[in-house]
């Protein structure tokens, strides 16, 4: 799916990708300089020599007056989506610059764009130092009709300065409600308040000439298609650590809070776990490298420059000065040495569990289902290369799952792809493998036209049993690959929500491979090669995967998805290649959907779920919040009062309690304000929710098997290829 290229301040893991826009230069923080630097200038035409005078693109688009406004309107959108900074005067002011944008891309003279770049931060810091000013004026009654409309995507740019003064005051009054509903005083909300617009304005204060560049050149790459991007050269390298799921440093979640850089979580097995000296919420305020390099302060640094700091190559040193999270900042840090060490990354590789469903009839046996939920494709792609068969691997990973599965007899398999965004084609190809024995997985048609097969070409499957493929519209490009594939195969079930819908390839390339730079100096750009068709021939292109038995929809396709992109490709179908057709499903899903109906009826935790989906889309629908305190609170213990009579509930039935109930309620603090313990905890929480949707598509996958095992005439109109009761792979 599309990465933001919104300028955003976020929480970054050592091992994690950085925003687009914040990948800056240690030595230029907060610098936007008059005119490009050399290597910016060789880099753009580049770029546009790839995308719009080439063949490489899969739909190169020639740079003319209609793309140059296009690149004009799209920068400006990157750098303030919500119309919160700029004014219509502003952009009145550069209008002259649009028919220039084209010829900024194409010679590298990006000059206007830097000049833009530098009212954005003027504009943020005059806006931070407003908001700040709003504290201490006499604005915060709740009691009439006003509202807080924070939807802005469609609305017009604010006539002039005093347009936008409405517009913060309301939203500054907005977070103040907030806060104030959840019990805080007046003092202790004009210092939350003041800290916060503080950071934003400085957090966009250290942005420099290199984020400018970068926007500019992703404003361009996302007129030619939506999933083009321009990488600089270090968000290059964490977006390859973030699919290889490794780094080499110290194994330690970062985050900032005010102008300090702390630890949101040690990863188990790196360099800080194995010191056994480092807690969620120790401040680093210093980093030296080796034994004897000299100390630098890097309180108010950006996180990303520390980041790059303490990360390096695996057996070299660190130093590291630490303020323990219990000592006041000003207390004597501690200095910790580190070694260095190549680090896996646990939180995006596959997980199992095993669910275990009643049995249907007195005297009857539970079923076991087993769950692989797998997050991302992803495949450390140099480790495969360079390493003696040590590199991670989805299909690596999940094979060792279903090996697992195999030892304990499971009835049926649910691999779970919600909100897994894609990654790796050849891991798509090779999982999807997994479960069938050779064949085609996916047609790849290049820029030329020319049609290529890529498919499983080894023999055998790890798992010839029952599978259903739990999908929802955050489920995209690889993960449409796979669901497709079993779709088309008849392997198993589709289960949820259609897909998000994108069915285009990307690759790699590195600018430096045609000057052959020793040193990584001009970047990457992933761009769209290829658009890929399912072996029956139909795309996943803006369409999706369609489930075999549908969920409720959460996003509405108008809101999320390929189809919302306006220069999205369309949906389109090749022929068809011959693949294996183990089962045919249709006979079989009325009664599946009766059952499900019947089921999901009586259900609580499913019907709790329907009615927050349809409360959630109503308020979206809304887009304003009010700013009538009666209202807001009489809402929110509305919402108190259903949370804990559903926890009673859950009680009364034997059901597991919900572990966020209690915490549920809005405490008006974004993430990185609230204690690293308390937001850790928070996010474990809602990982250990109830999840009707997964044990729903497990009883579901149960009724499958026990229909097809229990009617052989069923079973050989379902399964005609099927050699035993409960093997639908053959």
Known sequence: MKASRVVSASVIALALAVPLALMA?????????????????????????????????YRPRPMDQAMSGEVFDRYFENLDGGKLFFTAQDIARFEA???????????????????????????????????RDLLGQDIFDFSGSDRWEYDRKDAEWAADPGELDTLWRQSVRNDWLRLQLAGKQPDEIRKTLDRRYLNMGNTVASLNGEDAFSSFLNAYTGTIDPHTDYFNPRAARLFNQNMSLSLE??????????????????????????????????RIVGVGQGTSGPMEDVVG????????????????????????AEATLDS?????????????????????????????????????????????????????????????????????????????KVDGVVLDLRNNGGGSLNEAVELTGLFI????????????????????????????????????????SASEIVAGAIQDYGRGLIIGETTFGKGTVQNLVDLDRWPANESQRYGQVKLTIAQFFLPGGSSTQNKGVEPDIRFPVTVDATEFGESTYDNALPWTRIAAVPHTQYGDFSSLLPKLETSHQARVATDKEFVWWAEDIAEFRAEREKKFVSLNEAERRAERDRQTER????????????????????????????????????????????????????????????????LLNNDRQLSAAVLPVSTAPGRWAR
């Open 25 to 57: 230069r240690p030595d230029a923080v907060g610098e936007v300089p008059a005119a490009p630097s050399v290597d910016q200038v060789a880099a753009s035409k580049l770029v546009y020599g790839l995308l719009s005078d080439s063949r490489y693109a």
């Open 301 to 324: 640094w950006r996180i990303d420059d520390v980041v790059e700091k303490i990360k390096g190559p695996k057996d070299t040193q660190v130093r590291l000065d630490v303020v323990p």
């Open 643 to 706: 949370r804990q009579a559903r926890q009673e509930e859950r009680r009364a039935l034997g059901l597991d309690l919900d572990p966020l109930a209690e915490d549920s309620d809005d405490d008006g603090l974004q993430a990185s304000e609230r204690a690293i313990a308390q937001q850790n905890r928070l996010e474990k929480a809602a990982e250990e929710r109830p999840d009707p949707l997964l044990r729903e598509s497990a009883a579901i996958l149960a009724d499958a098997v026990r």
């Open 437 to 476: 024995d050779q064949g085609p997985v996916v047609q790849v048609r290049e820029s030329g036209g020319r049609v290529g097969v890529q498919g499983d070409r080894d023999p055998g499957v790890a798992w010839d049993g029952p599978l259903a493929v739990l999908i929802n519209r955050g489920s995209a």
């Open 249 to 282: 440093g110290i194994g330690a979640q970062l985050q900032k809070q005010d102008d300090v850089v702390v630890i949101r979580e040690v990863i188990a097995g790196g360099p800080a776990a194995m010191s056994n000296r480092f807690k969620p919420g120790d």
């Open 97 to 131: 610059l649009r028919p220039r944008m084209g010829a900024a891309v194409r010679e590298g003279d990006i000059a206007p764009a830097l000049e833009i770049f530098a009212l954005y931060k003027t504009r943020v810091a005059e806006r931070s130092q407003y908001a």
């Open 332 to 408: 004597e840090p501690v200095r910790i040495t580190l070694t260095r060490a190549r680090v896996r990354l646990e939180e995006q590789a596959a997980k199992a569990q095993t669910l275990t469903l009643p049995a249907d009839t007195p005297g009857g046996r539970d079923k076991q289902i087993g769950v692989i939920k797998l997050p991302a494709f992803y495949q450390d792609f140099e480790g495969r290369r360079t390493r003696n068969g040590e590199y991670a691997s989805a299909t690596r990973d999940v094979a060792r799952l279903l090996e697992q599965f195999k030892q304990q």
